[in-house]
Structures are given as structure tokens and as C-alpha cells.
């Protein structure tokens, strides 16, 4: 066989070889598949302690997020706040994993299923209050209980 055809050949291999790694990483790190991978992620204490304790000293949203760039933060129109981070359940086996502090200047944890790395910021979206947000459908349906900070 010509260089050329065996050189073809390995192109032709590597992107199969690339797109059947990428579909791979894909699968268990992004579908329910990974639940099987990295199990359910139920929550990760060093995590809690570790933000709750970088949570304690800061006043308001903006002071977090500029701090920190993975903060999310969501202001409320009667004047409530909160911000926080998570730790993704499908990404590692230490997720599962939500702490936030709010405008009662409470620092609260939650283990549950951290449905990706987003979900935190798309459920503070869709919340009207601090009420709905610890009430909502997403922190119910994901089975999140609080985690008890010293």
C-alpha cells in the first residue's frame, strides 16, 4: 500500500478514534448513564464547609461574584437575595452538593441530585422569592434535604 493510503487510513482512524472519545466523555459525564459512573451524588461536606466558610464574611451578591467567578447570584423585586454555588451530580461522585447565602445572612447547604453544572443559576431563575426558591419544584423533585452547617 502507498504512504498515502496508509496516511489516509490513520487520518481517517484518529477522527473516528477523536469522535468516539468525545461521544464517550459525552455519555458519562452528561446523561444518567454517569449516575451509574459516579453515582448519585448525595452531597459532599468538605464542599459545604469549604464555600460556607468563604459565604460567612460577605455582605451582598455582587461582593460574591466578584470574589468568586462560579457564584451565581439572583436578586428578587421585593428586595430579597441569594447567591451561591453547586456541585454538579453527573461530573464526580463528591456532587450533589448546593450552598447558598441569602439576604437573612443565613448560609445553608443542600444535598441532592445537581441535575449539571447550571442548574443552580436556572433554578434561582425561575424563582420569585427566597420562599419559592428553597420551595421550588427543582429543590422538591431533586430530593435536596439541608445539610446541617456547624
Known amino acids: 500500500m502507498a504512504p498515502e493510503g496508509i496516511m489516509r487510513r490513520w487520518r481517517v482512524g484518529g477522527v473516528a478514534l477523536l469522535a468516539l472519545t468525545g461521544v464517550l466523555v459525552y455519555v458519562f459525564n452528561y446523561t444518567t448513564l ?3 459512573v459516579y453515582g448519585s ?5 468538605a464542599y459545604a464547609h469549604r464555600w460556607a466558610d468563604a459565604f460567612r464574611d460577605i455582605p451582598e451578591p455582587e461582593t460574591a461574584q466578584a470574589r468568586y467567578s462560579e457564584v451565581t447570584a439572583r436578586r428578587f423585586k421585593n428586595g430579597e437575595w441569594v447567591f451561591g ?3 454538579d451530580s453527573h ?3 463528591r456532587g450533589g452538593t448546593i450552598v447558598v447565602k441569602d439576604s437573612t445572612g443565613r448560609v445553608r447547604a443542600f444535598f441532592g441530585h445537581v ?4 442548574f443552580l443559576e436556572s433554578t434561582l431563575r425561575t424563582a420569585k422569592s427566597l420562599d419559592s426558591f428553597y420551595g421550588s419544584e427543582a429543590m422538591r423533585n431533586f ?3 439541608e445539610y446541617q452547617l456547624p
Open 34 to 36: 454517569s449516575t451509574w
Open 41 to 45: 451524588g448525595r452531597g459532599w461536606p
Open 85 to 87: 454555588v453547586c456541585s
Open 91 to 93: 461530573s464526580s461522585h
Open 115 to 118: 441535575c449539571g453544572s447550571f
Open 143 to 145: 430530593g435536596f434535604r
